[in-house]
C-alpha cells in the first residue's frame, strides 16, 4: 500500500509542477488543440488556414492575460469540445480519468490476495 | 485475366481450409500419428495464398487497372517500389497479407511442435483454419482485392503521397506479423482449454511464437514512428493516435504474456491467466482492426474506412469474444497460489499489473470518445496530454520494480543488501542533478522519470558486472531492460531539451533566436517524375560555435492525387536532430518555418531496435535448446 501512496503523491507533485509554471506558452496550448479541417493533427503542426487562425486567436487571448485552462474552455465553448486534446475532469469524463486509477488500485489488490500471508 | 486468376486462388483456398478442417477432425478420432496428408494440404495452402498475393503484386506492378483496388490505389507513372508497396498500402490487399500470415504460421506451428499431443496440434489446427476461413470470407464477399471494374479505366487515382514513403511500406507488413501471428496462440489456447492440455510443456508449444510476434510488434511500431516523423512534419514520433494506440494494445498484452509465460514454464502457475492473456492479445488485434476499418475513429490513417467492412469485423470479433468467454467459464477451474511476497513470481505478476493498468488506460482513451459520442452527442478528443498525466507517473514505479524484479529468485528470494540500491539510488540522483544544471529547466515528474530509468540502467548494468563474475549471464533479458531503461531516458530527455521555433520568414530573410540564426538563402522549383517541388534552401548557423548546416525542405505538389505535402528537413547526428519543416503562407511571399533541435532522437531509435535484439537473442537461444 506504500506504493499507492507513493503514486498519489507523485500525481499532487506532477499537478504542483504544472501548477508553478506561470508563463503561458503558447507552443503548449498550440499542442493541445485539434486542427478541425485536418486528419488528427494538432494546430501546432498543421499549416492549414483554420490553424492560422486559431494561432492568432491564442495569442490575442494571451495578451489579454487568459490563463492556459481559460483559453482551452474559451476553445471548447466556441468549438465543441472535440478541439481540445485533454478532456476536461467533468462527470462525463470522470470515469475516464478514474478508471485506470481504479484498476491499478485493484490489480494491486489483487496481486495481494494471492500472496502468503506472513513470510 | 489475373482478376480470374486471383478469384479462383481464393476460392482454392477455402477449399483447402475446409479439406484442413474435414481431415484433421476425421484425424482426431483414429489413433496414430498426425495424417500426413494435413502437412501436405497445409503446405499447398500456404503457397497458394502467397500466389495469391504475387498475383496482386503484378496486378500492381503492370498497372492493371480493371482491378478496382489497382485503379484506386495507384498509378501508371508511380515508382516500381511503390507500385510494389501499394499492394498492402490498401485494405483489401492487406486483408490477404493477413491470410497469407494465418496460413505460413498455422503450416509452420503444425510442423515445429512434433513433441505436443495430437489432439492438441490438430485441434490448433482446425481453430486456426475456422479464423483463415473468416478472413477469407471477408476478403471474398466484402474487400476483394481482384474486383473487377468496367469499363476499364485507363489511368488509376494514385496513391496517397504520403504513403509514398519507404518506412511506410514496410511497416504495415511488420505489424501484420505481430498481430496476426497473435492468432496462432489464440488457436493454440483454445485448443489447450478443450483438450485440457495445461501441462507445462504447453508453454513450450508457444513461447517461440509470442516472442516472434512480439519482436515484429516492437519494430512494426518503431518503423511507423520512425515514418511519422519523418513523413508527418510535426517532429514528433508518437501521438496516441488511436491507429497508434491499436497496435500498442496487443503489445502490452504480448508483454504481460511472455513474462508470465516464464513464471508457467518453471512454476507450473497462471495456466489460466497465460491462456486469458493469448486470448486478449489477438483480441485487441482483431479489435484494433475494427477501429481503424470501421473508419469509427478520426486519426491521420484513413486509407481504409468503411461502416459495412466495421459491421463483419465487429461480428466476427464478438463471435471470437463470446467463444473465448464461455469456453473459460466452462473449464476454469479455481487456482490457489501461495507465493511470497519477495520472489520471481510475484514480480512478474507485478508486471503483467503494470502492463494491464497501461492497456486499460490506453485502451479506454482509444474507445472513450466512442462512448460519449453515442450516449451525450458530445465528441471529445482524448488525446497526449491525458496519456501522458495519467500513464507517466506511473512508469517511475514501474521502472523501479522492473530494475529489483529479475534479481528475484524464484519460490523465494532472501532480501539483498539495501545498501547496494540505496547506492545506485544516489548515483541516478546525482545524475540527475548534473541534468538539472546543465538545462537549468526542472520538472518533478520528468525528473522522477529520469532517476528511475537511471535507476534501472544503472541495476542492470551492475548485474551485468555480478553475473560475468559467476559466468551466468542472461544477455536477452539485461539487454532488453537495459535498452527499455535507456529508452525512458532518452524520451525524457529528448522532451526536456527540445527546442522550437516558429517564423514567417522572406527570401533573404534571418532570424535570431537563443544562440542560433536561420537564414531562408534560396527557393527552387524543380520538376520530379510525379511531383512537383519548391525547395527552400535554409542555412542553420550555432552563433558560438560558429558550426553551419544547410537544410532543404521542400513543398511537394503532387499530380495524382492532386495533394500538397510538407517535407522536413531532417540533419541528424548521434547527439541531436535538427528538423525543419516549410509552408507556403496564400496571398503572400512570407514562408512559415518550424525549427525544433531534438536532442537524442536517433538513440531513441537505437534503444527500441536493442529491444528487439533482446528478444531476439532469447529467441535464438530457445531454438537452440530445443
Not at chain 2, 174 to 190: D, H, K, N, Q, R
Not at chain 2, 477 to 494: A, D, K
Not at chain 2, 496 to 508: P, Q, R, W
Request: include cysteine; glycine fraction near 4%; aromatic fraction near 16%.
Amino acid at each position: 500500500m506504500k506504493l499507492n501512496l507513493l503514486l498519489l503523491l507523485f500525481i499532487f507533485f506532477s499537478k504542483f509542477s504544472f501548477a508553478a509554471e506561470k508563463t503561458v506558452d503558447p507552443n503548449l496550448i498550440h499542442k493541445n488543440l485539434r486542427c478541425l479541417v485536418c486528419q488528427g493533427q494538432s494546430i501546432s503542426d498543421s499549416n492549414s488556414d483554420f490553424a492560422q487562425t486559431i494561432k492568432l486567436v491564442v495569442k490575442d487571448l494571451i495578451d489579454e492575460g487568459k490563463t492556459e485552462n481559460e483559453i482551452y474552455e474559451f476553445m471548447s465553448d466556441k468549438y465543441g469540445d472535440w478541439i481540445v486534446f485533454k478532456p476536461q475532469f467533468n462527470t462525463q469524463n470522470s470515469l475516464l480519468w478514474i478508471l485506470p486509477y481504479i484498476v491499478l488500485i485493484f490489480g494491486g489488490f489483487f496481486i495481494y490476495s494471492f500472496l502468503k500471508k506472513r513470510q | 485475366m489475373l482478376s480470374n486468376l486471383g478469384n479462383i486462388l481464393l476460392f482454392l483456398n477455402v477449399i483447402l481450409s475446409f479439406s484442413i478442417i474435414y481431415v484433421a477432425n476425421r484425424n482426431l478420432k483414429i489413433s496414430g500419428g498426425v495424417d500426413k496428408n494435413i502437412f501436405q494440404l497445409s503446405l499447398i495452402q500456404s503457397t497458394s495464398i502467397i500466389i495469391c498475393f504475387f498475383v496482386l503484386i503484378a496486378a500492381f506492378i503492370v498497372s492493371d487497372f480493371s482491378l478496382i483496388t489497382v485503379y484506386q490505389n495507384s498509378h501508371s507513372l508511380k515508382p516500381l517500389f511503390y507500385k510494389i508497396a501499394g499492394t498492402w498500402g490498401n485494405h483489401e490487399g492487406s486483408l490477404l497479407l493477413w491470410a497469407i500470415i494465418l496460413s505460413i504460421f498455422s503450416f509452420l506451428f503444425l510442423v515445429y511442435n512434433k513433441n505436443h499431443p495430437k489432439k492438441f496440434r490438430l485441434l490448433t489446427l482446425i481453430i486456426q483454419n475456422i479464423l483463415i476461413l473468416g478472413f477469407l470470407f471477408f476478403i471474398l464477399f466484402n474487400s476483394n482485392p481482384f474486383s473487377k471494374i468496367s469499363p476499364i479505366p485507363s489511368e488509376g487515382l494514385g496513391l496517397n503521397p504520403i504513403l509514398q514513403d519507404p518506412a511506410l511500406a514496410i511497416h504495415p507488413p511488420l505489424l501484420y506479423v505481430g498481430f496476426v501471428g497473435a492468432s496462432i496462440y489464440f488457436s493454440a489456447a483454445i485448443a489447450s482449454l478443450i483438450t485440457n492440455y495445461s501441462e507445462k510443456s504447453f508453454s513450450l508449444s508457444i513461447k517461440n511464437w509470442v516472442l516472434i510476434s512480439w519482436c515484429f510488434q516492437t519494430l512494426g511500431i518503431l518503423v511507423g514512428s520512425i515514418w511519422a516523423y519523418y513523413e508527418l512534419g510535426w517532429g514528433g514520433f508518437w501521438f496516441w493516435d488511436p491507429v497508434e494506440n491499436a497496435s500498442l494494445l496487443p503489445w502490452f498484452a504480448m508483454t504481460a504474456l511472455f513474462h508470465s509465460l516464464i513464471v508457467f514454464e518453471k512454476r507450473n502457475l497462471f495456466y489460466f491467466w497465460v491462456i486469458i492473456l493469448c486470448l486478449i492479445t489477438f483480441t485487441l488485434s482483431v479489435t484494433g482492426t475494427f477501429l481503424v476499418r470501421s473508419g469509427i475513429l478520426n486519426s491521420v490513417h484513413t486509407f481504409a474506412s468503411d461502416p459495412t467492412r466495421g459491421i463483419y469485423i465487429l461480428i466476427f470479433l464478438s463471435l471470437m469474444i463470446f467463444g473465448s468467454i464461455f469456453l473459460l467459464f466452462k473449464k476454469y477451474k479455481k487456482e490457489n497460489y501461495d507465493l511470497n511476497r519477495n520472489s520471481k513470481e510475484t514480480f512478474i505478476l507485478v508486471n503483467n499489473w503494470f502492463m494491464m493498468f497501461y492497456l486499460i488506460t490506453v485502451l479506454l482513451g482509444t474507445i472513450y470518445p466512442i462512448f460519449t459520442d453515442a450516449l451525450t452527442d458530445n465528441k471529445i478528443s482524448v488525446g497526449p496530454p491525458f496519456y501522458n498525466a495519467i500513464i507517466f507517473p506511473v512508469v517511475v514505479v514501474f521502472l523501479l520494480f522492473m530494475a529489483l524484479g529479475p534479481k528475484a529468485k524464484w519460490i523465494k528470494n532472501k532480501f539483498e543488501n539495501i545498501r547496494t540500491y540505496i547506492l545506485i539510488l544516489t548515483g541516478a540522483i546525482g545524475l540527475n542533478l548534473a541534468i538539472i544544471f546543465f538545462i537549468k529547466s526542472f520538472s518533478l515528474l520528468s525528473n522522477f522519470i529520469i532517476i528511475s530509468a537511471l535507476f534501472l540502467i544503472i541495476s542492470s548494468l551492475m548485474d551485468i558486472a555480478k553475473a560475468l563474475k559467476k559466468n551466468k549471464l542472461d544477455f536477452a533479458r539485461i539487454i532488453s531492460h537495459t535498452s527499455f531503461g535507456f529508452l525512458v531516458l532518452f524520451i525524457g530527455l529528448n522532451d526536456i531539451f527540445t527546442l522550437e521555433k516558429d517564423y514567417n520568414i522572406k527570401l533573404g530573410e534571418t532570424k535570431k533566436f537563443e544562440n542560433y540564426s536561420i537564414q531562408l538563402q534560396n527557393l527552387d522549383l524543380k520538376n520530379y517524375k510525379n511531383y512537383q517541388a519548391v525547395i527552400g534552401k535554409l542555412e542553420i548557423k550555432n552563433i558560438n560555435s560558429n558550426q553551419t548546416n544547410i537544410l532543404n525542405p521542400e513543398i511537394r505538389i503532387y499530380d495524382k492525387p492532386k495533394t500538397l505535402t510538407y517535407e522536413a528537413a531532417i540533419k541528424t547526428s548521434l547527439i541531436k536532430d535538427y528538423y525543419l519543416t516549410m509552408s507556403n503562407i496564400d496571398r503572400s511571399d512570407y514562408y512559415n518555418i518550424k525549427f525544433q533541435k531534438k536532442p537524442l532522437m536517433a538513440w531513441i531509435w537505437i534503444s527500441v531496435i536493442m529491444i528487439v535484439v533482446g528478444g531476439s537473442i532469447r529467441l535464438f537461444g530457445n531454438a537452440k535448446n530445443n
